[in-house]
């Protein structure tokens, strides 16, 4: 979905990626450090196939499901994983449609949103949450806007990152000529297999603000398998981010940000126009698009805050 000047690196960086395990990144059957909560593997099985993730906290607490973006994997939200299991929380981050081996399926049609909606239906399903918190960056947060009015009866709360509602969303890229500009990048992802796949893994690691150099390398890793980008490509190939206009009702936190160069001020502000219940827009002077990495202490801050909001 949106990307940032990170994201730009990624195409343009001619370094060489290291080779680096999850276990190297503090994610692993022990804590990386001192008391920090631990963070560990699980495997989802739904009818779509197994999705990969990472969990945290205790398995009776508040349940609590994120969503990453592009190019990030589960790990994107490590700091709000710790945050969260230390508060109380059970949370869980999934590895995407795409992202996971498990759920890699082959043609762009099988990556239009309605899929991954589903698939947070499924997971939920799979974990056993009748009720649960929904989180979710870039396209993480495209599928979260979406699955929280859908699946309202289940989504407690929604907390959405970066990226505005959907109806906003493609209102400005029809209407507004920053949007169209900050978009073109869209254009290239959208180039048919493998153009755009060979320049990205031509470059090497991106660098994203807040992400250590050993995550940008393991996120380019899993990238690198076989089949991996082009099934994440497929998301940009699939969508037009029309036809997803259900308001939502759940109480809503936006965390947005002045500096994003991939989103419009004007999807920003008219996000509220498609939020009927409790509604809140955080908007984060001098800080770009990866908001869960490059402001990783303010995002859990605010998270929790807002769940705490929420009558659980």
Not at 192 to 197: A, G, L, N, V, Y
């Amino acid at each position: 979905m949106s990307i940032s000047p990170s994201r730009r690196d990624f195409i343009k960086l001619s370094t060489t990626a290291a080779v680096v395990g999850v276990a190297s990144l503090g994610i692993s059957g022990t804590a990386s450090a001192g008391d920090l909560p631990r963070i560990t593997p699980l495997k989802i099985p739904t009818p779509a196939g197994t999705f990969d993730a990472v969990a945290a906290g205790p398995r009776h607490g508040r349940k609590v499901l994120l969503l990453h973006g592009f190019p990030e994997f589960g790990i994107e939200w490590e700091h709000q994983l710790r945050a969260l299991a230390a508060a109380g929380y059970r949370a869980v981050a999934p590895d995407q449609r795409g992202y996971s081996p498990g759920v890699r399926p082959t043609g762009i049609e099988n990556y239009q949103l309605d899929h991954p909606v589903r698939d947070v239906r499924a997971i939920a399903d799979s974990l056993g949450w009748h009720s649960f918190d929904l989180v979710g960056h870039d396209w993480g947060a495209a599928v979260a806007w979406i699955a929280a009015a859908k699946y309202a009866r289940r989504v407690r709360s929604l907390t959405a990152v970066s990226v505005p509602h959907l109806g906003a969303f493609a209102e400005a890229l029809r209407t507004d000529p920053a949007q169209q500009k900050a978009s073109k990048y869209m254009n290239d992802f959208r180039a048919p297999t493998p153009i755009p796949e060979n320049t990205i893994l031509a470059s090497g690691p991106p660098k994203i603000p807040g992400a250590s150099p050993e995550k940008c390398a393991e996120y380019f890793r899993r990238l690198s398998e076989p089949g991996a980008l082009t099934a994440v490509l497929n998301w940009y190939r699939a969508n037009d981010f029309t036809g997803y206009e259900q308001r939502v009702t759940v109480p809503t936190l936006f965390i947005a940000s002045t500096k994003d160069p991939m989103v419009a001020p004007s999807g920003v502000a008219a996000t509220k126009n498609w939020v009927t219940g409790p509604y809140r827009l955080e908007n984060l002077a001098g800080i770009g698009h990866t908001i869960p990495e490059e402001a990783a202490e303010t995002t859990s801050a605010l998270l929790l805050a807002h769940l705490d909001s929420v009558c659980s």
